[in-house]
């Protein structure tokens, strides 16, 4: 079985997602920024995550352009 990179981003997407998440959170509590002032980095870090699942090479795709 074969695992291409725009797989292994797609299985990594909730897990960074929720390490950015906490570490707002984290850097919330200790008082340096609000939560409702870092939140759109959230959105930031998932579009990130979706460019580099579509520039990824997919490997399930056939070489040739035939129709």
Same mark, same amino acid.
């Given at each position: 079985? %074969? =695992?291409?990179?725009?797989?292994?981003? %797609?299985? +990594?997407?909730?897990? $960074?997602? $929720?390490? =950015? $998440?906490?570490?707002?959170? =984290? +850097? &919330?509590?200790?008082?340096?920024?609000?939560?409702?002032?870092?939140?759109?980095?959230l959105l930031i870090v998932y579009g990130l995550l979706?460019? $580099? &699942?579509?520039?990824?090479?997919?490997?399930?795709?056939? +070489?040739?352009?035939?129709?």
């Open positions: 079985m %074969r =695992v291409n990179s725009g797989d292994l981003i %797609r299985a +990594a997407r909730g897990p $960074l997602l $929720l390490i =950015v $998440l906490g570490l707002l959170f =984290v +850097a &919330e509590y200790w008082g340096q920024l609000p939560f409702y002032r870092t939140w759109p980095a979706l460019l $580099l &699942e579509h520039l990824a090479p997919d490997s399930h795709k056939p +070489a040739g352009g035939s129709l």
